[in-house]
Every structure is written in structure tokens, then in C-alpha cells.
């Protein structure tokens, strides 16, 4: 079945510092890809998406972009903020049905100022 | 618009009780998810909900059910508590259009089991 490796964890950065969070996948076919956040003592919040093959998902001035060459979703920002602290999972449908999501195990993001 | 609603926000029971948490959908979402998340971990698929029937489910034994109401409203119950259910238990919901429809997220029921 479907399914997601991410990078291992926690990331560590500095306010403005450049931050790339590697998420590979396994998929057949060419499914729709997310990357989730989730605050501290919060749910999970949709940050971006893809749905097919080179397609660019942006939000809040993160991006990332789905390459099948690579199997590869890396969440990208250009410059962090002490407010993007936060876990952050890769997910893609799997399943038969609709709406099945495996996640990634999750990145621990903490920026300092 | 309101987004994902659940109920209670935390709970605490003992083992071999039984619990039900509650979720709202979005609205205009006709599907509704659950899911478990152990501390530290992502969240792991339980089982959905469409038309108010079962529509697929996660690895999770027959002690976890559910059921959803004509307003797409939906309940998750889970009988003979262990302590391994302590988790954060995440509703989602969506329109049952596509594989790769998008999920939303409620902010979760956190449940510990002493």
C-alpha cells in the first residue's frame, strides 16, 4: 500500500533560517500529497497540497513541490519564524476508498528567536 | 463556517470502562474520519463514516466503533478501556468526491485511561 517516509527529527533552527523538511512517498498511481501541521496541544491543520505530478503547493510561505521522479514532497520556507514552531506530517490517501490517509511519523520543528 | 467540532476536549477513565467522543463535521462534508494518535506519533487511520455506514477501516479491534447520524454528525465509541488507548482522538471530515479529497481536522479529544 501507499506510503510516507519522513526525515527523522526534531529540526532546530534560528528565526530566518532556511527550512527544508524531506518527506519521500510510495504510492501507485499518482495520489494527492499533504503536509499537516499541528500546534502545540492542537489538531491537525491542512498547510499545503498537490494533486498531480509537478505541482507547486504554497501557504503561509511554505511550499512544496511533488517531483514522481524523486517520489519526494519536501516542505520548504525561506525564512522561519518563532511562530512555525509545530510538528509536521506528510500524508497521501491509501486505501480503496476515499479519504484514508497514512501520515509520516511527524517532524518536531522548533525555531528559536 | 464552521470548521471541525469535537466533544469533550479531555476525558479521563479507567480501564475496562467505555467512553464516546463526539464529532461535528464541517459544513457541507458528508464524511466523517477518525483518528488515533499515541503521543509522539502521527495519527493512525481508526475507521469512516459515509451515509451512516462503516465505509472502511483502520487496524483497530472490534472495542473501537462507531456510528454517524443523518446530520453527518458522528460518534466514536471504544468499550473494556486499556491503558494503551490513551491518545489524542482527531475527527476529520470531507466530501466523499475522491481519494484525494482533502481532510479537515477537528482539534481533537484527549482521552488518558489510569
Known amino acids: 500500500g501507499n506510503s510516507v517516509t519522513q526525515m527523522e527529527g526534531p529540526v532546530t533552527l534560528s528565526e530566518e533560517a532556511f527550512l527544508t523538511i524531506n518527506c519521500t512517498y510510495t504510492a501507485t498511481g499518482y495520489p494527492s500529497l499533504f503536509w499537516y501541521v499541528q500546534y502545540p496541544g492542537e489538531g491537525l491543520q491542512l498547510l499545503l497540497k498537490a494533486t498531480k505530478a509537478d505541482d507547486k503547493g504554497s501557504n503561509k510561505g511554505f511550499e512544496a513541490t511533488y517531483r514522481k521522479e524523486t517520489t519526494s514532497f519536501h516542505l520548504e520556507k525561506g525564512s522561519v519564524q518563532v511562530s512555525d514552531s509545530a510538528v509536521y506530517f506528510c500524508a497521501l490517501p491509501t486505501g480503496t476508498s476515499y479519504g484514508k490517509l497514512t501520515f509520516g511519523q511527524g517532524t518536531i520543528l522548533t525555531v528559536h528567536p | 463556517d464552521a470548521g471541525v467540532t469535537q466533544s469533550p476536549t479531555h476525558l479521563i477513565k479507567t480501564r475496562g470502562q467505555q467512553v464516546t467522543l463526539r464529532c461535528s463535521p464541517k459544513?457541507?462534508?458528508?464524511?466523517v474520519s477518525w483518528y488515533q494518535q499515541a503521543l509522539g506519533q502521527g495519527p493512525q487511520f481508526i475507521f469512516q463514516?459515509?451515509?451512516?455506514?462503516?465505509?472502511q477501516r483502520g487496524n483497530f479491534p472490534d472495542r473501537f466503533s462507531g456510528h454517524q447520524f443523518p446530520n453527518y454528525s458522528s460518534e466514536l465509541n471504544v468499550n473494556a478501556l486499556l491503558l494503551g488507548d490513551s491518545a489524542l482522538y482527531l475527527c476529520?471530515?470531507?466530501?466523499?468526491?475522491?481519494?484525494?479529497?482533502?481532510?479537515?481536522f477537528g482539534p481533537g479529544t484527549r482521552l488518558l485511561v489510569l
Open positions: 476529520a471530515s470531507s466530501l466523499a468526491q475522491g481519494v484525494g479529497e482533502t481532510q479537515y
Open positions: 463514516y459515509y451515509e451512516e455506514e462503516e465505509r
Open positions: 459544513s457541507g462534508h458528508d464524511t
